[in-house]
C-alpha cells in the first residue's frame, strides 16, 4: 500500500505493508535511526515519537494507520532551533548526566516534548506520571526527572527571551 506522510516537516510517498511499524518505516526505510527499538511491545519508551501533537510509541502504531499525518522525531526537534543548537530539552539531559548509554534518551525527550508542547506548566507529579512508562537500565530515575524539571525552565526562559 502507498501511504504519504510528513517527517520532520518533509512530505514522503512510501510503499509500505500495512502491518509494518512506524518504527520500522523510520529506521528502515527512512534511515532515522534516533528513535530507538527497544521492546517492540509497547513497553519500554524508547521509540516515542510524535504523531500529529501526541507522543506515541512507534512500535505499536501500523502503516495502515499512517496515511496523512505528521510525525516529528528526535532528529526533527533540534533544526526548527536558530542556529542548528540543541533543544533544550536536549541541553538539560546533557547538564543533568541524565544520558548515560543514550539508548533511552530519545523516547524521553520525546515524550518531554508532547509534553510541554501542550502544557509548559504541568507539575512534577504530571511529569513523573507521564515518564513512569518509560525505562532505563542505566541512570536511575532522578537524573531524569531532573533533567525533565531543567528542560521545563530552560524552555520557560526560552519564551520569555523570544
Excluded: W
Excluded at 500495512?18 to 534516533?34: A, N, Q, V, Y
Excluded at 533540534?78 to 530539552?89: N, T
Excluded at 530519545?106 to 501542550?118: A, N, Q
Excluded at 525505562?135 to 537524573?143: D, K, W
Aim: aromatic residues 4%; hydrophobic residues 35%; charged residues 25%.
Amino acid at each position: 500500500m502507498e501511504i504519504i506522510i510528513t517527517v520532520n516537516g518533509q512530505k514522503y510517498t512510501l510503499e509500505v505493508d500495512p502491518k509494518d511499524s512506524l518504527l520500522f518505516i523510520l529506521r528502515e526505510k527512512l534511515g532515522l535511526t534516533g528513535t530507538k527499538n527497544g521492546c517492540s511491545q509497547n513497553h519500554c519508551g524508547a521509540c516515542t515519537v510524535i504523531m500529529d501533537g501526541d507522543a506515541v510509541r512507534s512500535c505499536h502504531i501500523r502503516a495502515k494507520l499512517l496515511n496523512g499525518t505528521n510525525i516529528i522525531t528526535i532528529e526533527g526537534i533540534s533544526p526548527r532551533l536558530p542556529d542548528d543548537e540543541l533543544h533544550p530539552i536536549q541541553q538539560a539531559f546533557i547538564k543533568t548526566t541524565a544520558i548515560q548509554c543514550g539508548f533511552c534518551t530519545p523516547g524521553y525527550i520525546m515524550e518531554l516534548y508532547g509534553l510541554y508542547e501542550k502544557n509548559p506548566n504541568v507539575s512534577e507529579e504530571e511529569i513523573k506520571s507521564k515518564l513512569e512508562g518509560h525505562l532505563c537500565r542505566c541512570t536511575g530515575y532522578e537524573p531524569i526527572i531532573d533533567a525533565a524539571i531543567l528542560a521545563k525552565e530552560l524552555l520557560k526562559a526560552r519564551n520569555q527571551l523570544g
